[in-house]
């Protein structure tokens, strides 16, 4: 057996938002989110994931899988593999516009219902603990009182954890065990096949099931990944090695200036210690500017030879049109 990555948005989507995933996601979203009361979602149906703006000038925007609970509550789900600047403001913004989107041209306020979103991430969001799964709601500042429940925002870091199949504990898990490794698997481990829920979830991810346009489009999305990773570490690398350079040769002609001016022995000893910081500092920070371009061309290229399109490749990279014009003549 070999079973699809399931942290690939087209993979996840399958598993979890397909029509016959009803009772997966009930039982996963049972598994992660903790109701005050200590109910259990019993129902829910699978709608569409485009968020449609109701509001001239909003954002149209798309989640992976969304949900509404019997009780009238919404679930979106985000399955983030890169993290990238003003990510953190795209899923609150998803979250309110879940929100905010309820209601009609006169609707009463009192008629929204909550909205719980998912975010799981395939890199680390919240260096400050250790924890998988954190849980943030809106409460004030120093007395800790909820000011409203209506909006709950739910991460799931997946680097963080580090359980082996003999340590699943419990459902959650098992879930995110599942998650985390699936792509690696060639067999469903005894563990996780006792739930008929990932069992099944393991059935909808093999392989073997999928049509060839099925199995082309997670390719593609795998090479994507791939490509933006790549080109990330690239330009890290790049920038550290030139913002080095760079710092170094700034930091020697600052400190000898400053070194010079105090005095050979003190100048010297303070002058060079302060440029060089100073020079690396700054040396950094033009590298790691200068990379980034560098990794929006190069993934630009990749893209352009893999045959996306040029107005995906202008949205996921930011290069202007002229940019983007220069590098397919650069390509052909």
């Known amino acids: 057996m070999q079973f699809l ?7 996840f989507k399958k598993v979890f938002g397909s029509k016959q995933s009803k009772d997966i996601l ?3 979203i049972n598994s992660v989110v903790k109701f005050k009361d200590g109910s259990i979602i019993e129902d829910l149906t699978i709608v569409d994931p485009y968020q449609i703006p109701l509001l001239k000038g909003m954002k149209d925007t798309y989640v992976d899988v969304k949900a509404i609970l019997s009780d009238g509550s919404g679930v979106i789900i985000e399955m983030q593999i890169l993290n990238y600047e003003g990510l953190e403001k795209r899923i609150l913004y998803n979250a309110a516009k879940a929100y905010s989107t309820q209601l009609l041209c006169g609707d009463e306020f009192y008629l929204l219902n909550p909205i719980i979103a998912i975010t799981i991430t395939d890199f680390e969001m919240f260096s400050e603990w250790t924890k998988v799964i954190s849980y ?23 680097p963080k954890f580090k359980k082996e199949e003999s340590e699943l504990s419990d459902i959650t898990d098992k879930w995110i065990y599942f998650i985390k490794n699936a792509g690696k698997l060639n067999y469903i481990p005894k563990t996780l096949g006792m739930s008929k829920e990932i069992k099944k979830a393991f059935e909808i991810a093999n392989q073997a099931g999928l049509s060839a ?3 082309e489009i997670q390719h593609k999305r795998k090479d994507f990944i791939y490509i933006q990773k790549a080109s990330i570490s690239y330009a890290e690398k790049k920038g ?17 200036q400053q070194g010079l001016e105090q005095g050979l022995q003190q100048g010297l000893e ?14 950094l920070e033009q590298g790691l500017q200068q990379g980034e371009y560098r990794k929006a061309i190069e993934t630009a290229k990749s893209m352009y030879k893999k045959g996306f399109k040029l107005e995906m490749i202008a949205e996921i990279t930011e290069l202007s049109e002229e940019e983007i014009n220069r590098v ?3 390509a052909n």
């Open 328 to 330: 397919v003549r650069l």
């Open 26 to 28: 009930i039982n996963f």
């Open 213 to 215: 346009k099925e199995l």
């Open 136 to 158: 943030f709601r809106l409460i004030e500042k120093e007395e800790l009182v909820e000011y409203s429940g209506d909006i709950e925002l739910i991460f799931i870091e997946l």
């Open 270 to 283: 303070q002058g060079l210690q302060q440029g060089l910081e100073q020079g690396l500092q700054q040396g």
């Open 5 to 11: 990555d399931v942290k690939t948005d087209f993979a």
């Open 240 to 256: 550290l090695e030139q913002g080095l350079e760079q710092g170094l040769q700034q930091g020697l002609e600052q400190g000898l």
